[in-house]
């Protein structure tokens, strides 16, 4: 057995350009007091931080949640929201890979034998940008999403969006890229009526199951709520007031 | 397989011990350090009656391999009293009666202690949720609750 946690690269968070490369190693907790990372991109430190309880985030890696490849991973689709990267290493060197092609299905990845993921690659944040995840459980803390939604969206000066990325987790096999609710909101000023078409194209891109924690019909009705939600508090964060 | 040697530092002492590369740092602390004040609930993380200190850090210590252990500073229940002198939240705990069974207060006391040298002064609200990892069974949580928040305050004034 080899302890990966004493290489430096594993374990560190650096800047890289106007991004971040965060050791696969780091855990949540650690991420979580570093400020700027949080300025950067809080949807992502905050779906970090609901995985597990205060001493599971201390053990606790985006890296492990992304490969452990549940389908209601939290830290993930606020990942693929950020346009995350992961840092794939092997024996024929490392390649860079969106967050979203790790997780095949439940318990699956698309990792070679003897390839590991090394880093979380987080863009740069664009200027007037903001991202945000949600999860609906039926407590208040150290449980499972029944539905999460991260989301991403970048605004113009005159407040028209110009770039959306959504993603959805625990309502299918893996994390679910809503790229036409995407598309509902890019050249809106992010209005009710955009949000709700929006929101209707989370619920379509959703493809749940029926299970102990959630019938398929609720978790398709909870996915346009969240979405919505979600979205509200991108914005707000894209235009500074939070 | 051979087992890993592990030099490391147990609640201010030097410590050396032998594991297999498998063994947690809950199994080594039990087992081979005879500080059997951790306790397993679950061996998943989910319960925290093992929660230790790791560098500072509230970890559960079934979740973190014991050969990872060394050159760290670990923090068990077993340092938390200073000879007879109890720590204030274990003498808070006793006052409050913020116990019954006892097989999820040494994870507790250590949770909150954590919490306490992180943040003196915690809401109800940080504090419920600090220790949300830390499951009961019987005291529906909230004596444990008033006697952290009570400890913080007494704490406060003592300073």
């Known amino acids: 057995m080899i302890d990966v946690k004493r290489i430096a690269e594993m374990t560190s968070i650096t800047r890289q350009g106007d991004g971040w490369c965060i050791g696969a190693a780091v855990s949540s907790a650690e991420m979580n007091e570093t400020a700027d990372l949080v300025a950067d991109w809080p949807g992502v430190m905050e779906a970090a931080d609901l995985i597990g309880s205060t001493q599971v985030q201390g053990r606790a890696t985006m890296a492990g949640n992304l490969c452990n490849a549940g389908p209601a991973a939290d830290s993930v689709p606020a990942m693929v929201a950020a346009g995350a990267l992961a840092r794939v290493t092997g024996p024929d060197g490392s390649r860079d890979v969106p967050v979203e092609d790790i997780p095949t299905g439940p318990g699956k990845t698309s990792l070679a034998p003897g390839e590991l993921v090394t880093a979380i690659l987080l863009p740069a944040r664009p200027a007037n940008s903001g991202d945000a995840y949600l999860r609906f459980i039926p407590r208040t803390e150290m449980d499972i999403a029944v539905v999460g939604v991260g989301v991403a969206l970048t605004l113009d000066a005159s407040g028209t969006v110009t770039a959306a990325k959504a993603a959805l987790g625990a309502v299918g096999p893996k994390v679910i890229v809503a790229s036409d609710a995407a598309k509902a909101l890019i050249g809106t000023k992010a209005d009710d009526a955009a949000l709700d078409a929006f929101a209707a194209a989370c619920q379509a891109a959703a493809t749940p199951i029926s299970d102990k924690r959630g019938t398929a019909d609720f978790r398709k009705d909870i996915t346009a709520v969240l979405a919505k939600r979600t979205a509200k508090i991108a914005l707000s964060r894209a235009k500074g007031e939070a | ?159």
């Open chain 2, 1 to 159: 397989m051979s087992q890993i040697h592990v030099t490391t530092t147990v609640n201010g002492d030097a410590t050396e011990f032998l594991c297999e590369a498998d063994e947690t740092l809950l199994d080594v602390l039990r087992d081979h350090l005879d500080l059997t004040g951790s306790k397993e609930g679950c061996s998943t993380g989910d319960c925290g009656a093992c929660s230790v200190i790791v560098d500072g850090r509230l970890v559960s210590s079934c979740l973190m391999l014991a050969a990872e252990a060394e050159g760290r500073a670990i923090e068990t229940i077993e340092g938390m009293a200073e000879g007879d002198q109890l720590h204030p939240l274990q003498q808070k705990f006793l006052e409050m009666a913020a116990l019954q069974c006892g097989i999820c207060t040494p994870g507790i006391l250590v949770a909150a202690k954590n919490l306490l040298e992180r943040n003196p002064n915690p809401s109800e609200e940080q504090v419920r949720y600090w220790l949300a990892g830390n499951l009961c069974r019987c005291t529906g949580y909230d004596k444990i609750i008033r006697a952290v928040m009570e400890t913080a305050a007494e704490m406060r004034g003592a300073a």
